[in-house]
């Protein structure tokens, strides 16, 4: 059930360009509280979108061909959907995901198609077809302009949700006892000590993570507007 008003999320002109900035207005505020506001804000209000000028998202692919980050609580979320039990996450990010290495660094993203959009994306009518279950980062772009604030908030966010399922692939490879496997690498030199645990960790749902445990003191200070 939503938390109303512990984010709020309102309009904002931007040089005649309408898009989105936000407060938290409750310390205890969480993820799926800064999810609930832009979604609902997303239904309410009329934002100038910069690659299709339409209304609506509806119906409109562009960004399902891009980069799409993926939290470990996404693959929770995903599986749930799909009703999928009891398996290892390196044969999930097989499935749905593709893992990226670079030296010490490790991207993993949703998959894509040969047609270079998303396995999800309904390619006859231009919908996604686990809409409810769509990643975070699929929730939160909004193709706005937005406040350094608000910007600033969604990158801490998807970037700690990614480092944490980076850690858990990692965890559960030296626990299987088999190498990681991944999709794509250069000079792959991955270690899980580089992987340290943060406010994601040990958490299934978008609804234990604090938005305050998340952010740094100076970005707290401007979201937080004590109501």
Excluded at 73 to 94: A, F, G, P, R
Aim: glycine share 6%; net charge positive.
């Amino acid at each position: 059930m939503r938390r109303a008003n512990a984010v709020q999320v309102f309009l904002q002109n931007y040089n005649n360009d309408y898009g989105y900035d936000l407060v938290v207005a409750d310390e205890s505020a969480t993820v799926q509280d800064y999810l609930d506001a832009l979604n609902q804000a997303i239904e309410e209000y009329s934002f100038t979108r910069g690659r299709n000028k339409i209304l609506s998202c509806r119906g409109c692919d562009l960004c399902c061909a891009e980069r799409a980050p993926l939290t470990a609580i996404d693959l929770y979320n995903i599986n749930d959907y799909l009703k999928v039990c009891d398996e290892s996450l390196q044969k999930t990010l097989d499935r749905i995901g593709y893992i990226m290495v670079n030296g010490p660094a490790v991207d993993i993203t949703l998959r894509r198609g040969e047609d270079e959009r998303c396995i999800f994306l309904g390619r006859k009518n231009g919908l996604c077809t686990i809409y409810s279950a769509r990643p975070l980062v699929c929730q939160t772009f909004i193709c706005c302009p937005s406040s350094t604030k608000a910007a600033r908030l969604r990158e801490i966010i998807v970037n700690y949700g990614e480092d944490e399922l980076v850690r858990q692939w990692l965890w559960q490879a030296v626990e299987l006892g088999y190498p990681p496997g991944f999709h794509e690498g250069f000079r792959p030199k991955i270690n899980l000590k580089d992987w340290k645990p943060n406010g994601f960790s040990a958490k299934r749902n978008y609804r234990e993570v604090k938005i305050k445990e998340i952010s740094p003191p100076n970005l707290w200070k401007q979201l937080y507007k004590q109501g």
